[in-house]
């Protein structure tokens, strides 16, 4: 074996999977997975633990790899993370943990994240559970949102002695896991209904179709439930548009909508009683992991796919794996393109979507090079649906309910990121709900810098 090099993972074929919503990554077997974690030179000093945000001893479990200890693996992550199955497919290891691979400085870094899902989906076949608390402490806390950051948050509290309640909103828990993130990438039954399970084997409770600033306010919870503190987890799902003429056109969806009813409501499946636009022709506005999301999905659902995004491919901002797998499937990249107007036809329906050609200017303040119009060089490209994925922002609901807490400009609550505390005592809060849009990882990351607020909170009080 060449030690510069990964040992490669299989995968459906681009071919084959562009038709169906099986997985599309396979994963490494036994043996691939110890010749893979064989390369892991066990650096003192381990850089890649450095670019986790939940601190994962990253040599310590692929050491247990190397000597076929697995169930030792996995106990070794679910010290540091509750979702290892998820993380191991969806996480950016690229930019995290195997960008800071010092085998990656000569060569290509050690393949972490699949030996992560590996182990983690080893434990499952097998039926190994985290470890939980020897004992409880008697103190009840309430988490709201079974996203990343809940589930983390409320798993690493578990494991300290707390009573914890997870109130999700939808039917189904899971969050952006659930809603969000398809079946070809992430798995539903198979990986997140598991990593969920394991969550509750740890003692954690989790009531559906709670609405909290509907169904109960967070000042009840504190003062009428009998809950010590709380932490929101609420996320961000509330789509953002352009505000281009058109926008209000039939055919036009936010790519939060098109994915929920898709992955959350199963309407992929022919089955499902739940409606889907299956488009001839669609374009998807943005260069995000959800764009490439909402497009891979309109592929699978047998339209012709356009990517649509006013930057070149050096800016896009999609995992460079999610960016390839769509151009595999046969998606349309349309880079330095931005739409100016949705047309639509006389009974008000999608028939194109209007763009001018864009060229790079100077850095912006995120650092990449501002988009700016060419004039004169609009064109027409003919669409029956269009689906704009520009980020989303958290749902003021909560926020608006809570009297003494803190939001900023983007209707985002303000934590501080060492502990998640916010302006209100026993009140704590991460994932996208403070940052905005993020990445799983930094929302687990928030999760567990909340459960530590949580316990130093009430330990002090």
Not at 391 to 419: F, Q, Y
Request: net charge negative.
């Amino acid at each position: 074996m060449d030690v510069l090099k990964k040992t490669p993972v299989r995968e459906q074929d681009a071919k084959v999977r562009a038709t169906n919503f099986e997985e599309v990554c396979l994963g490494y077997n036994g043996e691939e997975a110890k010749e893979e974690a064989s390369r892991c030179i066990n650096c003192k000093n381990a850089q890649c633990m450095k670019g986790c945000p939940v601190s994962i001893n990253i040599p310590g479990f692929i050491e247990k790899v190397k000597n076929d200890d697995i169930e030792g693996a996995y106990q070794i992550i679910s010290e540091s993370s509750a979702l290892p199955a998820v993380c191991g497919r969806v996480c950016p290891q690229e930019s995290q943990c195997e960008g800071k691979c010092i085998r990656g400085i000569k060569g290509e870094p050690i393949s972490i994240g699949k030996l992560e899902r590996f182990v983690a989906d080893w434990a499952s076949e097998n039926g190994i559970k985290p470890q939980g608390a020897a004992e409880k402490n008697g103190k009840k806390v309430a988490v709201i949102g079974s996203g990343p950051a809940g589930l983390t948050c409320a798993g690493d509290l578990a494991k300290m002695g707390y009573d914890v309640t997870i109130f999700e909103a939808l039917h189904e828990a899971g969050g952006v896991l659930v809603y969000g993130i398809p079946e070809f990438r992430l798995p539903k039954t198979r990986v997140v209904a598991k990593e969920i399970e394991n969550v509750k084997s740890l003692g954690v409770k989790i009531e559906t179709n709670v609405v909290v600033g509907k169904s109960v306010t967070i000042d009840e919870l504190l003062n009428e439930e009998g809950f010590d503190a709380v932490f929101i987890g609420s996320g961000a799902g509330l789509p953002k548009f352009m505000g281009i003429p058109g926008e209000q056109a039939n055919g036009v969806f936010s790519a939060n909508e098109y994915l929920t009813r898709s992955n959350l409501m199963k309407a992929f499946n022919e089955d499902s009683n739940t409606p889907i636009m299956r488009g001839k022709k669609v374009a998807v506005v943005g260069g995000g992991n959800v764009a490439m999301d909402a497009a891979r999905t309109a592929l699978r659902l047998g339209s012709e796919v356009h990517i649509v995004y006013r930057r070149s491919e050096e800016e896009l901002p999609a995992r460079v794996e999610e960016v390839h797998h769509a151009k595999e499937e046969g998606i349309i990249f349309n880079l330095l393109t931005n739409p100016v107007e949705i047309l639509e036809d006389e009974k008000g329906w999608v028939k194109g979507i209007r763009c001018i050609k864009m060229e790079l200017g100077e850095p912006d303040e995120s650092g990449r090079r501002r988009p700016v119009e060419v004039p004169g060089s609009e064109f027409v490209i003919d669409v029956d649906t269009v689906i704009m994925s520009l980020g989303t922002s958290p749902n003021p609901l909560i926020s608006s309910t809570t009297k003494g807490l803190e939001i900023n400009k983007r209707k985002c609550i303000v934590a501080a990121e060492e502990n998640g505390q916010t302006s209100k005592e026993g009140v704590y809060a991460g994932g996208d709900a403070v940052t905005g849009a993020a990445t799983v990882i930094l929302a687990m990351g928030a999760g567990k810098a909340g459960a530590k607020g949580i316990d130093e909170y009430l330990r002090n009080k």
